[in-house]
């Protein structure tokens, strides 16, 4: 039995891949994953979660960012700038801050603890959905 998608239960497909890391897709919702040697399956770069980390993968103290980065967003400075993408990456963050699937500090090799990344996305995804309650 393969691996299971995070959002949909799925089972994910493998997809051609460089040695040092094996891609997936879930062949019902089209979300696409990635696997270091050594590692979990982790959503792969592209996928909102992954573009919220990018601005942190060197910080060794990624709460302290989350204000900075939530601007980014808000600002329309980044990939996610829709107002319905930005609801999409804070129910994905939400989601897996609520049933974690995976060590997001892997998605990109985060330089900050998995505990202090989880905390950046929480404040992260608590400071843009309150932006976007605000709009509506």
């Known amino acids: 039995?393969?691996?299971?998608?995070?959002?949909?239960?799925a089972v994910l497909e493998?997809?051609?891949s460089p040695e040092e890391i094996t891609f997936f897709a879930c062949?019902?919702?089209?979300?696409?994953?990635?696997?270091?040697?050594?590692?979990?399956?982790?959503?792969?770069?592209?996928?909102?979660?992954?573009?919220?980390l990018y601005p942190i993968i060197f910080s060794t103290?990624?709460?302290?960012?989350?204000?900075?980065?939530a601007r980014l967003f808000l600002d329309g400075?980044?990939?996610?700038?829709?107002?319905?993408?930005?609801?999409?990456?804070v129910a994905d963050?939400?989601?897996e801050l609520e049933r974690p699937k995976q060590r997001v500090r892997d998605i990109l090799d985060v330089a900050g603890c998995e505990d202090d990344v989880r905390a950046f996305l929480?404040?992260?995804a608590e400071r843009i959905a309150a932006a976007l309650d605000k709009k509506r």
């Open 14 to 16: 493998p997809l051609d």
């Open 122 to 124: 929480r404040l992260l």
């Open 61 to 69: 103290q990624p709460a302290e960012l989350a204000d900075h980065v």
């Open 93 to 95: 963050i939400r989601d």
């Open 77 to 89: 400075r980044t990939a996610l700038e829709m107002p319905a993408e930005l609801a999409q990456l």
């Open 1 to 9: 039995m393969g691996e299971p998608c995070f959002r949909c239960d």
């Open 27 to 52: 062949p019902r919702c089209h979300r696409q994953y990635a696997r270091k040697a050594g590692q979990g399956i982790t959503d792969r770069w592209g996928s909102p979660i992954s573009i919220a």
